[in-house]
């Protein structure tokens, strides 16, 4: 069973910036795609970014394009998520998720990934 832990959330000030990072605490993170999405009280979970394992092709929702940046490190088996300008809807729980086969289509469809990590918090607020 694959798991997924993320971490690096926490409290920022507006237009500051955090990293999360996403890592495969037993297994090689040699999945066709590993993204993250976000989820605040009350909302649906939302596609935020996601990385081609083969090739590196990224993905960003609108909302967070050219302020955020999705990475990889296949020697660490880590995805990276740098956070710049964070504004407070940028408020929500971050998950990591990956799965084996997605297909291009389906990259932002929160339904298509197979394994999630546990969540980690990202509050922006003065």
């Known amino acids: 069973q694959v798991q997924l832990v993320e971490s690096g959330g926490g409290l920022v000030q507006p237009g500051g910036s955090l990293k999360l990072s996403c890592t495969a605490s037993e297994y090689t993170l040699d999945y066709r795609a590993v993204g993250w999405f976000r989820q605040a009280p009350g909302k649906e979970r939302e596609f935020v970014a996601t990385i081609r394992w083969d090739g590196g092709f990224t993905y960003y929702s609108d909302s967070v394009k050219g302020r955020f940046t999705i990475s990889r490190d296949r020697a660490k088996n880590t995805v990276y998520l740098q956070m710049n300008n964070l504004q407070p809807e940028d408020t929500s729980i971050y998950y990591c998720?990956?799965?084996?086969?997605?297909?291009?289509?389906?990259?932002?469809?929160?339904?298509?990934?197979?394994?999630w990590g546990q969540g980690t918090q990202v509050t922006v607020s003065s």
């Open positions: 998720a990956a799965d084996p086969s997605i297909i291009t289509s389906e990259l932002r469809n929160p339904g298509a990934y197979s394994y």
